[in-house]
């Protein structure tokens, strides 16, 4: 079965056939950098990254350029208001994006372009659009015509009528019409600049990425991708300029993750309910969010509150206890089972049925649902009582596989135990036989004292760090 991705142009699913056969051009839009990243900003970076992570799992070499904003109003003023030059506010905040979203188990980008490292790029794009006739220069800014771009409102599936009624000139723009946007801000005193034909200035929001696609990744790309918010204007933008000017198509498939709710009302900084992504990782394990954000649809809206990710922990932590009891049970496994083909067989419809999940429009809702049913089916092949090794492996091989194209890892408990810790577990069994049921009490609180959780299983008992 192919993959199919729902297609915000098309608005519907189709079929992924990417340009060149085994290689995917992928683009996400990344961060305007003036300050550390919010969970809204988090999402994307996971969303895409499971998106890449598939496609690899599938065969193919992903080229994934995700830019970073370095030069912008918000940047600036964050600038002045430190005291700092432009550079140092974005390069620290580069910076802690790139630890941040690597904490929460997102790849590395084949390449993280800056504007401010693109500027003659761009500047040779928006050179070429006003000698096509599709931009003008007005007093040392520039400006795009949408009117003069057949197809203008395809992705956000709007007439130009209907987009030119909420459109306005604000103050000082000398724009022809309402619609037009600035492809080049012409400096204003003591502010970042560089030269260009027009005279000082640096670049508008959206000729970047159109620059930055094609440097990197051709005229026509596979996919773009970024937050459902950037549909309009920023993606439809992009969509104009680059086709304006390179006269082709600029990407096959447009995909966009939905919005994040807080406590059921949709995050805004004016509603002051945001939650900065660092402050989440400094008090919960970095598997659990990704875990949760990837417990909903991409597509779909995803409420956050914290019931939801303690119930996030929960559902984990059952996944990673199911993973060390089929480890736990090797010890005593052989390769003497003789319906050890039939479970193989069992286990190997729990892969199918997660890639059929996955090649439905990335759908790691009913993906992880799929993990969790293998779980639980390992949990039934362990309640037998002979056991295979080569099963037991298995099961834990597909466990893993899952969890890494979900970005998700889990870390094994040590297995040699202190003597000490040895001997006090050997006396609370002696003590439970006897039923002693105060002395074995003292002793599993007294190990929980030195940070050792012990686990009464089926299988025996399990300890872990706490």
């Known amino acids: ?8 142009l098309t608005r519907e699913k189709q079929a992924f056939q990417p340009i060149e056969e085994g290689k995917v051009r992928m683009y996400v839009c990344g961060p305007t950098v003036y300050n550390y990243i919010h969970i809204g900003n988090a999402r ?16 193919f070499d992903v080229n994934y350029v995700l830019n970073f904003t370095d030069v912008d109003d918000k940047i600036i003023k964050t600038a002045n208001e430190l005291g700092e030059n432009v550079f140092d506010v974005s390069n620290r905040y580069i910076d802690a994006y790139l630890e941040d979203v ?18 003659q790029d761009i500047i040779h794009f928006i050179e070429s659009l006003v000698e096509k006739g599709y931009a003008y220069e007005a007093d040392g800014d520039v400006y795009f015509k949408p009117r003069a771009f057949e197809g203008y409102g395809k992705l956000s599936h709007q007439s130009i009528d209907e987009l030119r009624s909420g459109a306005r000139i604000q103050i000082g723009e000398k724009k022809d019409d309402p619609l037009d946007f600035a492809l080049w801000k012409a400096a204003k005193e003591g502010e970042i600049s560089w030269d260009s ?17 094609k440097k990197y990744l051709g005229e026509t790309i596979d996919i773009h991708a970024g937050g459902q918010d950037l549909t309009f204007p920023h993606h439809e933008n992009e969509i104009a300029q680059s086709e304006a000017n390179n006269g082709k198509s600029f990407a096959n498939y447009w995909m966009h993750n939905g919005y994040i709710n807080i406590n059921n009302e949709k995050m805004s ?6 939650v900065l992504t660092r402050d989440l990782l400094a008090e919960h394990d970095p598997n659990v969010i990704r875990f949760f954000m990837l417990s909903v649809h991409y597509r779909h809206p995803i409420n956050f509150s914290n019931d939801l990710l303690e119930s996030a922990k929960n559902s984990l932590e059952r996944v990673k206890t199911s993973y060390q009891n089929l480890e736990h049970r090797k010890a005593s496994s052989t390769n003497l089972d003789h319906q050890a083909d039939e479970w193989l067989e069992k286990i190997d419809d729990f892969k199918k049925r997660f890639e059929a999940e996955m090649d439905d429009d990335i ?15 390992a949990n039934v092949y362990l309640n037998q009582d002979h056991t295979s090794v080569e099963v037991i492996n298995l099961f834990q091989e597909t466990i893993l596989t899952f969890l890494d194209i979900l970005g998700i890892t889990i870390k094994e408990e040590e297995t040699l135990l202190d003597e000490v810790i040895e001997e006090l577990i050997q006396e609370r069994n002696d003590a439970r036989k006897n039923r002693d049921f105060n002395r074995a009490d003292e002793i599993r609180d007294l190990l929980k004292e030195k940070g050792i959780i012990l686990e009464d299983t089926p299988q025996g008992v399990r300890w872990k760090r706490g």
Do not use: Q
């Open 1 to 8: 079965m192919s993959i199919k991705i729902y297609n915000t």
């Open 44 to 59: 994307p970076a996971i969303v895409f990254d499971t998106v890449r992570r598939y496609l690899e799992y599938k065969g």
């Open 102 to 119: 690597s904490r929460l188990g997102v790849k590395k980008a084949s390449h993280n372009p800056r504007v401010t490292d693109t500027m």
């Open 197 to 213: 034909p027009w005279g000082k200035g640096r670049p508008g929001w959206h000729i970047e990425c159109s620059a930055m696609a």
């Open 269 to 274: 900084k004016s509603l002051g309910n945001f």
């Open 363 to 377: 759908n790691t809702a009913n993906a992880i649902s799929v993990l969790f049913d293998l779980t639980k089916e």
